[in-house]
T-cell receptor, first 113, second 114 residues
Framework: DAKTTQPPSMDCAEGRAANLPCNHS???????VYWYRQIHSQGPQYIIH???NNETNEMASLIITEDRKSSTLILPHATLRDTAVYYC??????????????FGQGTELSVKP | KAGVTQTPRYLIKTRGQQVTLSCSPI?????VSWYQQTPGQGLQFLFE???????NKGNFPGRFSGRQFSNSRSEMNVSTLELGDSALYLC?????????????FGPGTRLTVT
């Protein structure tokens, strides 16, 4: 599986966009980029995933560079409740192979008033 | 739809004992995965079950085992507990049509081994 690199921590002002980068320079053609977050003492929460096109859902947007070597998770209007550790994971989607998520250290995002 | 539930939420055991943790997946989800989270090692994958069969396994000793029942509920067992087994144990379920990576996690069971 491709290795990911994320900054250990970031700060963001409440109400502003939070842009969380992830480097995955060794990503393969069949590997998707997944984002999860973990709010303190809770189970991780699935946010979004993408292959090569930009994706948007009610929680966030995912921007993947054209060469797919990096991506950015965007929380458009961060709130204090978005304070969490954000994990970027790269995995292939293979039918009937199941889920084995490999979590790195993630980025600890602090949203400040 | 109800989320993933885990019982018990907190547990204190003594070194050498064994423990069984339970997980009920989201209705309709057939895949259940287990993870261990510690401050030193972070989140680590233990194993995954699908249709009562172990489909994936992480790098944990044989003291860690699991099973899945026909209703997709899952249990994990840790035998001969060690102090280092103190951790948050998380269960996640996934609908099959997402190929396993959109996983929905429960709140976890916090195990303390003394």
């Amino acid at each position: 599986d491709a290795k990911t690199t994320q900054p250990p921590s970031m700060d963001c002002a409440e109400g502003r966009a939070a842009n969380l980068p992830c480097n995955h320079s060794t990503i393969s053609g069949n590997e998707y980029v997944y984002w999860y977050r973990q709010i303190h003492s809770q189970g991780p929460q699935y946010i979004i995933h993408g292959l090569k096109n930009n994706e948007t859902n009610e929680m966030a947007s995912l921007i993947i560079t054209e060469d797919r070597k990096s991506s950015t998770l965007i929380l458009p209007h961060a709130t204090l409740r978005d304070t969490a550790v954000y994990y970027c994971i790269v995995r292939p989607r293979i039918y009937n192979q199941g889920g084995k998520l490999i979590f790195g250290q993630g980025t600890e995002l602090s949203v400040k008033p | 739809k109800a989320g993933v539930t885990q019982t018990p939420r907190y547990l204190i055991k003594t070194r050498g004992q064994q423990v069984t943790l339970s997980c009920s997946p989201i209705s309709g989800h057939r895949s259940v995965s287990w993870y261990q989270q510690t401050p030193g090692q972070g989140l680590q994958f233990l194993f995954e079950y699908f249709s009562e069969t172990q489909r994936n396994k992480g790098n944990f000793p044989g003291r860690f085992s699991g099973r899945q029942f026909s209703n997709s509920r899952s249990e994990m067992n840790v035998s001969t507990l060690e102090l280092g087994d103190s951790a948050l144990y998380l269960c996640a379920s996934s609908p099959e049509d997402t190929r396993g990576y959109e996983q929905y996690f429960g709140p976890g069971t916090r195990l303390t081994v003394t």
